[in-house]
């Protein structure tokens, strides 16, 4: 009886409160669930954190020096210019810098637009994760580079300072190759890696400007190209100031305390809390919060003829565990 009288409740207050099932589908869901491309001419629409790309292209899985990771995420797509520039690095890094090859993270979805996990950012197609891991001497089996881990350049992998074991002249060289290019308008690596970077780094110390310090980053850097020409919906991320190498106050800021400290929770409120207005719109990022091209990137065509690069490989799964052993088998097997 008891639960009858729940359920009628329950049912009230379901026919009480509609609104959730007309609210629109969180944007991530329908930029995730891009598999392909656009046929358009490549541009970026928005900015770096709330946006998307139409006609990007994917970075092919392997090439002479880089391999991509992580395939399953299907995000190796990016502005057919920062495609061109991770291409570049890897060769220009293999050639000059003695180091072997890049291990290529996330650049975008095909479509761009916020992911299902992972980053505010890398929507328009100018983002790219770097491993700080060099390429092996091998290629990588398609379910290694799910499960490979990339090494940590921190000491004890907790502090704020790089353990120079593993952070070697060789991961400085690439970050400044990186750097050096005119496309590149920021780096981001954590704040350990600026600070060895400020210490040792001997060469011209113009584009020490570039790197900047954020959050994480300390298994991989992360490339981050201006808008590109032909793109005029692409909003442009501020100046960095390129007279300022970075290596005093800013670098003091990111080595203190402060930027670690939890947040200071919500005072206790003085009167007792209002109910709340009935939210209008849902919490979550939806398409209409995106630059309007973007409804139309989510509905535009694919290619006609997919390039094969940017098909996506089917993953085999992890090998099945061995059968229990069943114990001796006699021979001859007797039959039946
Ligand atoms: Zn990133």
Request: aromatic share 0%; glycine share 24%.
């Given at each position: 009886m008891r639960w009858i009288k729940a359920f009628a409740v329950l049912m009230g207050l379901m026919t009480a409160v509609p609104a959730f099932a007309e609210d629109p589908p969180p944007a991530k869901i329908l930029f995730g669930s891009e598999t392909t491309p656009t046929a358009s001419k490549p541009q970026s629409y928005g900015f770096y954190n709330k946006g998307c790309i139409g006609g990007a292209e994917a970075l092919p899985i392997d090439g002479p020096t880089w391999q991509a990771m992580r395939l399953s995420r299907n995000r190796r797509f990016g502005h057919p210019d920062t495609i061109a520039l991770i291409e570049k690095l890897s060769r220009d890094a293999a050639q000059y810098d003695g180091w072997p090859g890049l291990l290529v993270g996330d650049i975008s979805q095909?479509?761009?637009?916020?992911?299902?996990?992972?980053?505010?950012?890398?929507?328009?197609?100018l983002d790219a994760d770097i491993w700080l891991t060099p390429m092996p001497n091998r290629t990588l089996s398609l379910r290694e580079r799910e499960d490979i881990s990339a090494v940590s350049m921190l000491k004890n992998d907790g502090t704020l300072f790089v353990d120079k074991t593993k952070f070697t002249p060789a991961h400085e060289r690439l970050l400044m190759r990186a750097a050096s290019y005119p496309e590149v308008q920021r780096i981001f690596v954590h704040p350990g890696i600026k600070k060895a970077m400020c210490e040792d780094w001997k060469g011209d110390r113009t584009n020490l400007a570039k790197l900047r310090p954020y959050y994480g980053h300390y298994y991989h850097f992360h490339i981050r190209l201006f808008c590109r020409p032909g793109s005029p919906g692409c909003t442009a991320q501020n100046a960095v100031d390129m007279k300022d190498d970075g290596c005093g106050a800013n670098l003091a800021w990111w080595l203190s305390d402060e930027p670690w400290r939890p947040a200071k929770p919500a005072p206790p409120p003085k009167e007792p809390a209002k109910p709340k207005p009935k939210p209008t719109r849902p919490s979550y990022t939806i398409l209409s919060d995106l630059p309007k091209a973007c409804a139309a990137v989510l509905d535009a065509a694919a290619p006609a003829n997919l390039p094969a690069a940017a098909l996506t490989p089917k993953i085999p799964l992890p090998p099945l565990a061995p059968w229990p052993e069943i114990g001796p088998v006699p021979t001859p097997r007797p039959a039946g």
């Open positions: 095909p479509r761009g637009g916020p992911m299902l996990s992972g980053h505010a950012s890398h929507q328009v197609g």
